[in-house]
């Protein structure tokens, strides 16, 4: 049953940090990356439909997206899906094809995006946290019902701060590597 616990807390740690890593993707440098637009949603045909099943997006000279859309009637919709992002991008359409220039980022767009990300690090290393506190509670309920030991409450709380420790640890990698990201010019 320890193991158990220990287990699944491993593997919402896991998950709060994918999580984590796909939320810093979004958030863009300097670079084109094909990624940035992953979240954004066309409607096509009544639906809403991920970007990348209405068009091909690749990156040309490193600072500029190319989407080649497959269907013409929904060029439109692409556009404004793309305007309407929370990404200030602004869409270049020429025949069946859109290009978006990224501008460079100035430093005091970097300090924001630099505060947005110390943000995100921070909600994951809470969710990690709850994570934690969910495991030994979880641990203490088998404690109280006598089906484990107190030595081994306190040997498998050791272990789950030693896991979140080391999860907490993964997320501020991460945080320092998209910082770094950031900064470069």
């Known amino acids: 049953m320890i193991n158990d616990i220990q287990k699944d807390a491993d593997q919402r740690m896991d998950k709060t940090i994918e999580s984590f890593r796909s939320d810093l993707s979004k958030v863009r440098t300097g670079r084109a990356h094909p990624s940035l637009l992953e979240h ?20 040309q000279e490193g600072r500029t997206l190319v989407l080649q859309i497959f269907d013409k009637g929904a060029i439109k919709d692409t556009e404004k899906a793309i305007l309407k992002s929370d990404l200030g991008l602004t869409p270049n359409v020429a025949g069946q094809v859109i290009r978006i220039t990224l501008p460079p980022l100035n430093e005091e767009r970097r300090k924001e ?34 089906e484990i030991t107190e030595d081994d409450l306190r040997r498998s709380e050791e272990q789950i701060q030693k896991l979140t420790d080391a999860k907490i640890a993964r997320i501020d990698e991460l945080l320092e590597e998209k910082e770094t990201e950031l900064l470069e010019i």
Request: aromatic share 4%; charged share 30%; no cysteine.
């Open 113 to 146: 995006l630099i505060k947005v990300v110390r943000g995100e690090a921070e909600n994951a290393k809470v969710a990690v946290r709850n994570i934690r506190r969910d495991a030994n509670n979880s641990l203490k309920e088998l404690e109280k019902e006598k």
């Open 40 to 59: 954004i949603m066309v409607p096509y045909y009544g639906a809403d439909t991920p970007i990348s099943q209405v068009a091909s997006i690749s990156v």
